[in-house]
């Protein structure tokens, strides 16, 4: 039986705490944990209101991964839910809305997956984004480049861009939008990929065929649409190390020299926050949101 914590009023069950899922770094489930709570602050408005698919890996990333979009089989009749569409018809996803549903969502090992819409209006995307994956031997100064030429693309059209590390081997560009489907959206981006494969030719792929790749940046424009979901800001990612998908400031995409700069840990987030806030805070003010042309 795993012990009970209280959060926030609500009783959680965290199990395994010592156990090692990251051996390369020696990180523990506790101390996934520990990062998840200290993280909740700016963690959590990427969040509140979006469906959560999880990316679950219960014995660290060498073990089973699996995608969960369906409310996970013993989830607590506390945590919030949805109900979304789908093409082969509606289900019931989670909703993470507070502490008490992320520890209990953290303690199954996940990486936190969200759509580009909330579940109060799933007919209208609140959010536009670029997922730049570079093809060996390019890497994230690549990707660097583009999302620069990109930035200044996207603020051409009144739109403004944030950048976020992937966690993984690239970089997500987030947009704050309104008044469009998630269709409008995609086709925008598209648009917007293939402009800057045209504009970047020795650098830029907008297709995702295998081939064309290597040493190139893939402009992908696809998670836009309405079923496709982004790691979220902050979480940690199914890798060899607890590398986390973390906001970075465009003096560093200006400065990114070499890959590594762009690999920040679970314990490189607290530091930055502290000094930066939340370098993606500016998404939630409507107000900046763009209408796209």
Same mark, same amino acid.
């Not at 390369?24 to 998840?36: F, S």
């Not at 989830?75 to 008490?100: C, F, I, N, Y």
């Given at each position: 039986?795993?012990?009970?914590?209280? @959060?926030?009023?609500?009783?959680? !069950?965290?199990?395994?705490?010592?156990?090692?899922? +990251?051996? !390369?770094?020696?990180?523990? $489930? %506790?101390?996934?944990?520990?990062?998840?709570?200290?993280?909740?602050? @700016?963690?959590?408005?990427?969040?509140?209101?979006?469906?959560? /698919?999880?990316?679950? +890996?219960?014995?660290? *990333?060498?073990?089973?991964?699996?995608?969960? $979009?369906?409310?996970?089989?013993?989830?607590?009749?506390?945590?919030?839910?949805?109900?979304?569409?789908?093409?082969?018809? *509606?289900?019931?996803?989670? =909703?993470?809305?507070?502490?008490?549903? =992320?520890?209990?969502?953290?303690? #199954?090992?996940?990486?936190?997956?969200?759509?580009?819409?909330? !579940?109060?209006?799933?007919?209208?995307?609140?959010?536009?984004?670029?997922?730049?994956?570079?093809?060996?031997?390019?890497? &994230?100064?690549?990707?660097?480049?583009?999302?620069?030429?990109?930035?200044?693309?996207?603020?051409?059209? %009144? @739109?403004?861009? +944030?950048?976020?590390?992937?966690?993984?081997?690239? #970089?997500? =560009? #987030?947009?704050?939008?309104?008044?469009? /489907?998630?269709?409008?959206?995609?086709? +925008?981006?598209?648009?917007?990929?293939?402009?800057?494969?045209?504009?970047?030719?020795?650098?830029? @792929?907008?297709?995702?065929?295998?081939? =064309?790749?290597?040493?190139?940046?893939?402009?992908?424009?696809?998670?836009?649409?309405?079923?496709?979901?982004?790691?979220? *800001?902050?979480?940690?990612?199914?890798?060899?190390?607890?590398?986390?998908?973390?906001? &970075?400031?465009?003096?560093?995409?200006?400065?990114?020299?070499?890959?590594?700069?762009?690999?920040?840990?679970?314990?490189? &987030? %607290?530091?930055?926050?502290?000094?930066?806030?939340?370098?993606?805070?500016?998404?939630?003010?409507?107000?900046?949101?763009?209408?796209?042309?």
């Amino acid at each position: 039986m795993a012990p009970m914590t209280e @959060v926030e009023g609500r009783r959680v !069950a965290l199990s395994n705490l010592d156990k090692v899922l +990251y051996p !390369a770094a020696g990180l523990t $489930k %506790g101390e996934l944990l520990h990062y998840y709570a200290t993280t909740a602050q @700016v963690l959590l408005p990427h969040l509140r209101d979006r469906p959560v /698919s999880f990316l679950r +890996y219960p014995d660290g *990333p060498d073990g089973q991964v699996f995608f969960t $979009k369906n409310v996970p089989p013993g989830t607590p009749e506390w945590v919030t839910t949805a109900e979304v569409p789908r093409s082969e018809g *509606p289900a019931r996803m989670v =909703l993470v809305q507070d502490l008490a549903s =992320l520890m209990w969502a953290a303690n #199954l090992v996940t990486e936190f997956h969200t759509h580009q819409w909330t !579940a109060g209006d799933p007919g209208e995307a609140d959010r536009l984004v670029f997922d730049l994956d570079p093809g060996a031997p390019a890497t &994230v100064v690549q990707c660097c480049e583009v999302a620069l030429w990109l930035r200044d693309r996207l603020a051409a059209d %009144g @739109v403004e861009a +944030y950048a976020k590390t992937s966690g993984a081997k690239g #970089l997500h =560009l #987030l947009a704050g939008v309104r008044g469009a /489907s998630s269709e409008r959206v995609s086709e +925008y981006a598209k648009a917007l990929a293939v402009e800057a494969e045209k504009a970047l030719p020795a650098l830029v @792929v907008h297709r995702m065929t295998r081939s =064309l790749r290597p040493g190139k940046v893939f402009v992908d424009w696809s998670q836009n649409a309405a079923r496709k979901t982004t790691a979220a *800001p902050y979480t940690v990612r199914a890798r060899d190390v607890p590398a986390v998908s973390t906001p &970075v400031t465009w003096d560093e995409v200006a400065g990114c020299g070499r890959a590594e700069q762009f690999v920040f840990r679970t314990a490189d &987030v %607290g530091p930055r926050v502290e000094d930066y806030g939340d370098l993606l805070a500016p998404l939630f003010d409507r107000g900046r949101a763009a209408v796209l042309p």
